[in-house]
């Protein structure tokens, strides 16, 4: 992957090929101690009977297992999508290396976890709320100050009728 | 030995890595069971074509369980070292990472205490609102009831208004004099009706008590 870290940690290589060697250095080892001495070893009756059969059936079992092997790890791959979440776990660990200390693990009581999850709709609600409140406050006061004016003209007609009144009684 | 549970790689992957594991293992050993019993059969088969061979099935059979025997003890230590591998390097998640759906907690660590506070601001400030919007109802009523008001008010200034006009178009400003005067009289002539009857009830009191 290329990293500029150590050379020597085989955790700089991603996982899927570090998986893969792995899995192939097993079939590697399985098949050096199944070796064909071994083999005729054990079947020696047999093998003295007919030498190249044996041999031919030894390598028919070895050729089918290690495909067998590898057909199942390739269906363990295709079924768990491993390929995918291997790449981007090798993203989150490069994106992580910075970050020293423990991240954050769930705790396992569901509502001590939920309360950060909630954290940002809250905010949001909460912002919410102050706008839409300094909004009608700011529409109130205007209201307010058209009932104020509206008494006075109120008060105004009021002593203009007032004034009529007298001058005709 | 602590077993861990790895929950969180089983988050990640949507699986647990040991299951995983265990699930490969078993397969991988059914795999060399069976292949030995294909590698028997064939064998005894080869030999039924030697008839005169003195090799016995149960021969073939011990020479199988050897092979075998042999071959499991390796599996279980090889299958062993890439389980540790696996489970160490590839099925983990180091514990300094943090999966991108669970980074609210790592933004927003609110204690239990923080999180009440942050709850009831928003229930007081939803009083406020609640406050502000029927005061808001009230002021909008009130502007309402003023404007009918205003309209009656105006009316009757209106109206005056009016009686000016006519007084000036008639040319009788002393309308409004006469008026006047009218009024006075006739609550003079009240106050004289209120006297009278006064008196005479006063009258007829006397009467009575004569």
Redesign the interface.
Known sequence: SGSDGDPSVPAALGRAQVFAAVVDTFLEKLVTAGSYQRFANCYRCFYKLQPEMTRSIYDQFVSQLQTSIKEEIQEVKDEGNLEVLFNSLDKMVEEAKDHKEPAWRPSGIPEEDVRSAMVPYLLKHRSYLRKVLKEKEEENRKVAESVLAGRDRIAELQQLIQARKLAWQ | MSVNPM??EA?????TPQT?ML??YI??QD??F???L??ET??LK??DG?PG?K?SPC??RK??E??LL??KE??DK??S??EE??LQ??LN????????E?K???????T?EE?QA??D??QQ??Q??RA??S??QA??A??EE??A??AE??K??QW?DG?DNICREHGTSNF?ES??FL??NSKKLQDVLKDVEEKSKKIKKHDQLL
């Open positions: 929950a969180y988050q990640f992957f949507g699986f995983c699930r490969v397969a991988f795999y060399l069976e292949m030995m294909v590698v064939v064998i080869k030999l030697f061979c090799i021969q073939i020479s199988t050897k092979f042999f071959m390796h599996f090889l299958f070292k890439m591998v696996l390097l590839v998640i180091p514990e300094n990472v943090l999966l991108p669970d609210v907690h790592e933004q927003y660590p609110y239990k999180f942050l709850q601001e928003i400030l939803q406020q609102y502000e919007a005061a808001g002021l909008q009130e502007l003023q404007k008001v205003q008010l105006e009757i200034l005056f009686l409004k008026f006047a009024t006075q």
